[in-house]
């Protein structure tokens, strides 16, 4: 059976010309009554896709037109039909941030790549790290700190020094952001179940802004992170060039 296919795409020149293509060579179906959305651009539009397509739950097949392609296949016009049809399925589970504000308001955002506390003034952040209720590190100073999932693990975390994350090793990334004190901290593995709990000590003078992928929230005094299985995201990916060979291949590389 065929699938009814929606086009979104970037808002750039080339982003524009990838969807009239497919648009003239497949039509379009509104996004209401598709069967799978195709996403044309870049990682960051992925992520934007998926947040916006969040309640349909339906695939997401991305081709890349955009800068960075980590989550994207290549993009081709002739055979999506054929492509889609053998595409391998990949489940990812977001992270939920909750995080409340100087003023005592709650936050709460998904973040499929990572959630990160980063110091908002000249002056190093204070935070202190907990794990499922337990203080383990009483005080980190530096930038920040962010928990990265594995889709998200080659990102900002990769960046930071953190570890890449095979999919399915069932561990988020804990991973210090230029850290001052302690200084030979490179961060840990945590059990994807474990509920990670940050506390910014002096937040008046030390002020730290926490953002889940692209929701930033300014001035917090405390964040909670966890992952939420209730909520599914499913991406498709060519066979010869599926997710898991990619996240091998950036452990590899020079």
């Known amino acids: ?70 989550l994207m296949n290549q993009y081709e016009v002739e055979g999506l039909p054929e492509r889609l049809a053998r595409a391998q399925a990949f489940t990812t589970y977001p992270l939920e941030m909750t995080a409340v504000d100087i003023h005592g308001a709650t936050h709460r955002a998904l973040a499929i790549n990572e959630v990160s506390l980063l110091r908002q003034t000249r002056q190093a952040a204070w935070i202190q790290i907990r794990v499922d209720g337990k203080v383990r590190l009483p005080e980190l100073s530096g930038d920040g700190v962010l928990v990265a999932t594995p889709v998200g693990s080659t990102a900002y975390n990769l960046s930071a020094h953190g570890p890449i994350i095979p999919l399915g090793a069932g561990v988020l990334a804990l991973t210090p952001i230029s850290a001052f004190r302690p200084r030979r901290w490179r961060g840990a593995l945590i059990p994807h179940t474990a509920k990670i709990g940050f506390e910014v000590l002096d937040p008046a003078k030390r002020s730290v802004s926490a953002t889940a992928d692209y929701t930033e929230v300014r001035d917090v005094v405390t964040v909670e992170v966890r992952e939420n299985r209730e909520i599914a995201f499913t991406l498709l990916f060519d066979p010869e060039h599926n997710l898991e060979e990619r996240v091998w291949a950036e452990q590899f590389s020079g």
């Open 1 to 70: 059976m065929t699938q009814k296919i929606a086009f979104v795409c970037v808002d750039t020149a080339s982003g524009h010309a990838a969807r009239a293509a497919l648009v003239e060579r497949y039509g379009d179906t509104p996004i209401e009554e598709a069967d799978v959305i195709v996403a044309l651009g870049g990682d960051g539009f992925m992520l934007e896709t998926l947040h916006r397509n969040l309640e349909r739950r339906l695939p997401i097949f991305g081709m890349h037109r955009g800068t960075v392609g980590f």
